[in-house]
């Protein structure tokens, strides 16, 4: 049984953009005619940056070490790797001896891929 194209099934989807569009422009348009209007007085206090009331002390941008970076997006990147493992354990029955031997191949490119970050020196901070 083919099922055609019927626009009226879209109308759900086009209400709820309308709605939220127009929640958007209202909330712009009475939040700029509500509020009230002042003169913006710049002073060395208010533009200090706040940081949940502990005083400022130093320069704020020192230097993270490359390692740092190296190790969040090594975990970010094995992180999303990991996320595929759990449709394949929700389908393991269906997926048969295929599934189970694309799985190997994939664990197989991951467990590569931990030995050759770890042959790189990834994970040695003293560095």
């Known amino acids: 049984m083919e099922r055609t194209f ?3 099934d879209y109308i759900p989807i086009l209400v709820q953009s309308v709605v939220a569009l127009g ?3 209202i909330t712009m348009v009475l939040t700029h005619v509500i509020g009230g209007k ?5 002073t060395l206090r208010k533009d200090e ?8 002390k130093g320069n704020a941008r020192f230097p993270f070490s490359v390692k740092y970076f190296l190790i969040a997006i090594l975990f970010v990147l094995f992180d999303v790797e ?6 394949w354990a929700i389908n393991f029955k269906e997926s048969g001896w295929d599934g189970f ?3 190997l191949l994939f664990l197989g490119f991951l467990l590569f891929g931990f030995y050759y970050i770890y042959k ?3 994970f040695n901070w003293e560095e």
């Open 6 to 8: 019927i626009p009226s």
């Open 23 to 25: 929640f958007v422009v």
């Open 38 to 42: 002042r003169k913006k007085i710049r």
């Open 49 to 56: 940056n706040f940081e949940c009331g502990i005083e400022v």
């Open 82 to 87: 990991i996320i595929f493992f759990y449709p």
């Open 101 to 103: 031997l694309e799985m």
């Open 120 to 122: 790189k020196g990834a």
